[in-house]
């Protein structure tokens, strides 16, 4: 009973691991996006063509 207890927590743990993990990655590639935007404004407005 012990051992079955332990590999259900060790499986939770893990998926809320890899889950989590995911997540950052995605709120990442969001973020990277958005700089990229914002770098690309400021070389438009960089000669003040704003």
């Known amino acids: 009973?012990?051992?079955l207890?332990?590999?259900l927590m060790?499986?939770?743990f893990s998926s809320l691991?890899?889950?989590a993990c995911n997540t950052v990655a995605g709120a990442g590639k969001d973020v990277q996006k958005v700089g990229e935007k914002v770098e690309q404004k400021?070389?438009?407005c960089k000669d003040a063509k704003c």
């Open 5 to 7: 207890i332990a590999l």
């Open 42 to 44: 400021a070389e438009d």
């Open 17 to 19: 691991t890899l889950t």
């Open 10 to 12: 060790l499986v939770s």
């Open 1 to 3: 009973m012990k051992r």
